[in-house]
Each structure stands twice: as C-alpha cells, then as structure tokens.
C-alpha cells in the first residue's frame, strides 16, 4: 500500500512534458497572496472577488496537476490498519468496527450490544495528532519562528498532517491513509453550486472560507520555499494547493479540544476512530480523562449489535454543518440563521440605550440569531430588541421615560433582569415596534432570495441533482423557512399586543418577589448575560457548553473577541450621563463600574 511518487512535471496540450516553472509558480502565488490581502470587498462585490480568487486558484491547480501525494487504494482497504495500529497503542477496538453507512459515509458499527452511558471508546494521548505534537516534530522549527503557526493551531495541525503524510515512517500513517481524499465542504464545491448559495445568509461564511484557504496557503507555499528553517520540511518540493485544501478540510472536520500535557490549558487535536462517529440529537457524551490521559466516549444512547454508534457534535445549526463538517442535517433541532443588529450611533437615544444594554452584558453592535423553535429569539434578542425599540415616551406606571426606567431608581440593576424575561414588558407599544421591527426585517430578508421555498422543494425532487448542489439548497430552503416562522411569529405577537393596549389591558409589573420566577426560567431566559463583542466584519462563534472536549468535530469561524469593550463602556457612561443631566435627571449607578464584573472569555483558535 506505498504512496504513489511524486510528479513534478505534466503534459502540455501538445502532449509534450513542460516543467513547471519556479520562479512563474511564485509569480502566481505573489498575485494570489496580494488579492487575498486586499481590504475587504465592498457590499456586493463578494462574489466578483470570489471569482477572481477562484481564478488564480485554478491556474495554479492546473500547474500542479498530478504532483500531489496519494495513497494506492481505497479509504476502506486501510481500515484493517487503521484497527491493528489503534489496538496495538491502547485503544479500545472491542466493541466496534468501521462500515459504510451509505448516504451517511462511513461510521462505526457495534459489534455487541451497548447499553447507554457505557463507556465504549476511549483513545490514549499517544495517538491524538495535537499541536504539541506538531510542536515536537519536523515543523517544530518553522513554528518557534512562525507568528502565524503559533496563533492558529489549526493551520499548524494541517501543515502537521501534511509533513506526516509525506513521511513514509510516520507513527500516524495507518490514521492518515484511512482519511477521506477528498470533502463535501464548500472549499470542494463547483462554481455552480457555490452559486446557489447567493443571497443566503451563509454565503459570506462559504466566500471567506475559500478566500482564507487560499491567503493561507499562498503565504505558506512562499514561505516553505524562502524560509531557512523549512529547508528540511518534506514539502518544499511538493506543496499544492489540492494538498493544503486536502489537509484544511481533515483538520476542519475533524478537530477538537484536548487539555495540554501538563493540564494547565487546552489545545487542538486530532482523534483517531473517534472522529468516524456520525452525528445525531442527543447530549455530549465525550470528555478527556486526565488521570489516564485519553479521550473517552461514553454511548449516547443503547445500541444493539449491528447499529451505528452516533455521538452528539454540539448545537450547531445547518450553515455551521454543510460549511465545516460537509453535511445538512435534517432534523437539526438547533438550527438558526444569523442576524446582525446594532443600535445605530448616530440616533439621538445611543448612549442610553447601549448603557441599558451593557449592564445587561449585551453589546450595542452583534449578530444574534433567528432559530428554527419557538420561540425564535433567544433572551439575549428579545432584550436587545427591548432596548432598540425604547422611547421617551412615558412608561405606563412611572414618571420616568422607558429608558431611565431601566437607568435610575434604587431597583434599576435588578430591572435589568426583566429585559430578557416575556413575562414582563416594557409596555404594550413596545411590544409592538419590537414584534413589528422582526416582522419587517425577516420580510426583508426573504426578499434577498432569488428563489421561493416552493421553488427549492421542486428543485430538491430532481433525481440528478448533485451532493454538493442538493445540500447547497436544503441550507437555502431551511434559512427561508426560519424566516418564515419569523415573520410568522413576530405577526402573531404584534396582533396580541396590539389587542392588549386596545382593550386597555394591565401591564405586568417587575417587583422584588418576582425574582424567584426570573431564577426559575430557562437559562436562556437569564439576564445579564455575558456576549461577546463583534467587530466589523467578524463572525459570531457559538460558545457551546463545552469543557475540555465539546463534543464538535470543529471548533471553526472567526471568534469575537471582547477587546476593547470596557473602553465603550465607559465612553458610554461619559455620553449617558450628559444625556441625562439634559433632562434633569440623576445619574447616580448602583454599581460603580458595572463592565467589572463581566468575565472575558479565554481567546480560542483563530480561524483557518
């Protein structure tokens, strides 16, 4: 089962064999580098950028036809060894063998009865591929000196895969030659089918992914080829871009997080026969073990003999799937689309209304989501909405304005608890503009799609339709149909309101007995609650509940982190007291500096 050898030459189209040239390789790859740093595309000229990027991508492909490494074989004639390697170091192989699940690719089939919560895999730390490893390897060198490769533990377990791929002698061959050559991810997907995806709220998630790939490699090919230290790295004869995308993509499904060695923080890794568990609803069941030092995975639900044996990837919504882990999952429960928000800082209301939102934890400027249950806001949204829609007008039951309702007065810090709790309204107007305000945008926004929900479903009953193409309308159709109980919704509270203040019905009153209700809600009912900040042109990173292991395949998307937040803070305490002492109002705060309180989180991977 040896590696096919390397090809650095291909035929012309005259037949005739052209040697690549280095010094036109670089040129493309200088080209690339320099569009893929340019400064974002404007509003609607994403998609001309992708297709220049694409462009060059393929010149360069088409100039490393045939030179990238690949295994002899199929991926299913390497599983034997895939088994007898993991036995051999300490794994559990007993109760399980890898089969083909069809529509479903290949997954682990119990080869016993197993009972739920039985603990049935677990994987020594010998065996994970991690960036400590990677740190101790062949790359070890290149990373000492690399900022990039030491702030992006996913890239450096991809160039980590790829050096070990080409290693013949390599402790995690077996592992590697049982990985999928190619990925149902969008870095794999045609022109066409990238194209349906235009006006979805994922697209610019799919545009980025293709235009960071290919930053990414175009630096790490000019860099293998000029830096002193990778000299030695086995890729600086052989490093295409169908290798880095190759090695991307594994990582990408694939990874996860692990404590370090010593304990004292967590890194990505890399975990074989784990990472062939199929998703399905349920709990995370997989946690590391630092007495024994393993990754163990305890059944998520009874399985009997000759069942797939699923685990849960965390709540990730369908976009999250089909762009990092290459597949839509039907009955996905936790299914959302993003919606950015922000108050804007030119309204008259700004600095009251965001230092409203900071004592409640939520930033002025977010991405939020719509999701596919009901309801369809979280807290977090209808608090912010609250906020967004508040007036000067005179609440129903105090002397003072909607806003200094929740900013002065010896409860204001406890009222802010209120904001994300149904039960109790600002007032029934405001009820209304907010219900009306999500009514209007999720119009809006199923406006933006070139097709109906009715046109999606017929094109989804055509038998020839490609993977790539199906999954790129199933993520289209399930976005129009949570705006569609959007839209629904917000209709449905808007009427019930509007019927409340008509029959001049009595607003619900926040007292201090109240409270044991608010703590008896749901936790997402819960406020304040702690939101990260999002810059212009990041993304929102869902913070599962994860603790070491978060039960994903991916921890992928570009994290918001919260620096600088205090800062706004207090400009917005410096502005909202300016504004109320306008009005003749006090300015005195329970809390001397409410942004005290608040825990940053700990700053994870960036994106790759």
Known sequence: MGKKSRVKTQKSGSGAMAVVSPKEMMSLIAELLQKCSSAAASAGKEWEEYLQIRGLVERIRKKQKGMSIVFEGSREEHFPDLMSWAKENGASCECFTVANFGKEGYGLRATRDIKAEELFLWIPRKMLMTVESAQNSILGPLYSQDRILQAMGNVTLALHLLCERANPASFWLP???????????????????????????????????????????????????????????????????????????????????????????????????????????????????LEDDRCECVALQDCKENEQIYIFYGTRSNAEFVIHNGFFFQDNAHDRVKIKLGVSK?????????????????????????????????????????????????????????????????????????????????????????????????????????????????????????????????????????????????????????????EGASLPCYEESDIALLENTEADAKLPVILRKVEEGQEIQVDEDSPLLNGMKVVYGTNAEANGERDQDDNVSTDVNSALASMGGSSQREEANPSASRTEDEPKENTV
């Open 346 to 502: 030119s309204e008259r209301l700004y600095a009251m209304k965001a230092e409203v939102l900071a004592r409640a934890g939520i930033p002025a400027s977010y991405v939020f989501a719509l999701h596919c249950n009901e309801p369809p806001i979280s807290a977090q949204l209808l608090a912010f909405l609250r906020v967004f829609c508040m007036t000067e007008g005179k609440a129903p039951t105090h002397s003072q304005n909607e806003l200094k309702y929740y900013l002065l007065g010896e409860r204001a810090i406890n009222k802010i608890f209120t904001l994300g709790n149904s039960e109790f309204p600002v007032s029934w107007e405001n009820e209304i503009k907010l219900w009306t305000f999500l009514e209007t945008r999720a119009a809006l926004l199923l406006k933006t799609y070139k097709t109906t929900s009715e046109e999606d479903r017929s094109m989804l009953e055509k038998p020839d339709l490609s993977l790539h193409s199906r999954m790129a309308i199933q993520l289209r159709l399930a976005e129009k149909q949570i705006l569609e109980k959007a839209l629904a919704c917000g209709r449905a509270k808007r009427l019930y309101f509007q019927k409340n203040l008509e």
């Open 175 to 289: 592992y590697i030659r049982s990985l999928p050559q190619e990925y149902d991810i969008p870095l794999y997907y045609q022109q066409e089918d990238v194209q349906l995806l235009l006006g979805t709220q994922a697209v610019q998630d799919v545009l980025s992914q293709y235009k960071n790939t290919a930053r990414q490699y175009a630096y790490f090919y000019k860099l293998v080829q000029t830096h002193p230290t990778a000299s030695k790295l086995p890729l600086k004869d052989c490093f295409t871009f169908d290798d880095y995308r190759w090695a991307v993509s594994s990582v990408m499904t694939r990874q996860n997080q692990i404590p370090t060695e010593d304990g004292s923080r967590v890194t990505l890794a890399l975990i074989p026969l784990w990472d062939m568990c199929n998703h399905t609803n349920g709990l995370i069941t997989t946690g590391y073990n």
